[in-house]
């Protein structure tokens, strides 16, 4: 059952449970997996480094870029504003420091900071 599986969990396994929303012992071995190939390893490291769940690489950055420099993209023009190009900007920038887990169940990237 669920229940006895939970149960079996280490603190770490039921913590990556939570935040991928699975009680699937495979897809949990799995995100655990991928995040140990990346050096996390407690519930720390992960509330540390997790940085939220998007749709695509562009919509993350697009996210991060309207939290930090909304007031700077408020006042560009819209012609310009229209032309920032936020797949680019993971690309030359985002992805060095961070890194993506693709859930192909939900289509959705996590994405984690390397420097947590």
């Not at 079996?8 to 929303?21: A, D, G, I, K």
Request: charged letters at 25%; hydrophobic letters at 35%.
């Amino acid at each position: 059952s669920i229940m006895t599986a939970t149960l079996s969990l280490t603190n770490f396994q039921q913590r990556v449970s939570e935040l991928f929303e699975t009680d699937d012992i495979g897809r949990i071995e799995f995100f655990t997996s991928e995040l140990e190939g990346w050096g996390i390893d407690t519930e720390d490291q992960i509330d540390d480094s997790y940085y939220g769940c998007y749709p695509s690489e562009s919509d993350f950055v697009e996210n991060i870029v309207d939290d930090c420099y909304k007031d700077v993209i408020d006042s560009m023009p819209t012609f310009m504003q229209s032309a920032l190009d936020y797949e680019l900007m993971w690309h030359q920038s985002f992805q060095h420091d961070f890194f993506t887990i693709y859930d192909r169940d939900n289509g959705e990237y996590y994405f984690f900071n390397r420097n947590f």
